[in-house]
């Protein structure tokens, strides 16, 4: 199954680097307690693979597997690899649509930050299903913009911050996912499924604010005219000046579910 979505954030160094500083006790917390050696785990979107080495720890001897449709950001996970010594993970190049994996593969799928992105949440969540073992459980955890605070506001940041979600909307996404996990996990077939939902304070506001900056400006194409491109870069101006307050507050809801099959 092909889809025509974009991932909005894109993969230039602040991004990645941006995601490299999350963790599986920082951004997985709520699956953790369900963890333990010998499992067999799928990360879905695992970017530069920090979670999923954590994860991989965490359920040795047995074997986890950490996938991305990024080729770049499967090399960086693998070298990660290498470098910190674990060896029961493996990194793959793959789409969540079309999983490169056997039927009743795993006892695990974990996915974070994958679901805002996608235009066909029930396809994947189809092919999670597959891949899983009877009993087996399916974690998600995805931003929901319909809950986030900001501080200083203006104008001209609250608009930066609704042109964000529109361009993640008009790529394919849905930037309220998360408070329809529950919806979405029952009607692809999971069952006792778990939810729960948190804030996540930001303290480098340099980071996030560069993230939805460059999100922002990579929007500016050659169908732009000078007034487009004026309004968008404004939108990033407003973006660097707000993280440049020392008053400066930005914290987004995430949502959470866990699921069996």
């Not at 333990?36 to 074997?63: H, K, M, N, S």
């Not at 399916?138 to 609704?162: C, E, F, H, K, M």
């Not at 394919?172 to 729960?196: E, I």
């Amino acid at each position: 199954m092909k889809t025509n979505e974009a991932y909005l954030p894109g993969y230039d160094s602040r991004v990645t680097d941006f995601m490299a500083l999350r963790t599986a006790p920082s951004h997985a917390a709520f699956v953790l307690p369900k963890l333990r050696p010998g499992l067999r785990l799928l990360d879905i979107g695992c970017g530069p693979g920090t979670i999923t080495l954590d994860l991989a720890r965490l359920v040795a001897p047995g074997e986890a597997a950490g996938l991305d449709r990024e080729n770049s950001q499967i090399e960086k996970a693998r070298e990660s690899a290498k470098r910190r010594g674990v060896t029961n993970v493996r990194f793959d190049v793959g789409s969540i649509y079309e999983l490169p994996f056997a039927d009743a593969a795993f006892d695990v799928v974990f996915a974070h930050a994958v679901f805002e992105h996608l235009r066909e949440p029930l396809a994947a969540l189809s092919e999670i299903h597959r891949v899983l073992t009877k009993g087996g459980l399916v974690a998600l955890r995805s931003p929901d913009w319909g809950g986030y605070l900001v501080w200083p506001a203006t104008p001209q940041l609250d608009a930066a911050l609704i042109y964000y979600q529109t361009l993640q909307t008009q790529r394919g996404g849905d930037v309220q996912v998360g408070r329809k996990f529950k919806t979405l996990l029952r009607r692809a077939g999971f069952c006792d499924r778990q939810f729960s939902a948190s804030f996540e304070c930001y303290e480098s506001l340099d980071l996030i604010g560069e993230y939805l900056a460059r999100g922002i400006e990579a929007s500016i194409d050659g169908s732009a005219n000078s007034s487009k491109r004026q309004q968008i870069e404004g939108f990033a101006d407003a973006l660097r000046n707000w993280y440049r307050s020392e008053d400066g507050v930005f914290a987004q809801s995430w949502c959470e579910i866990i699921g069996y099959k």
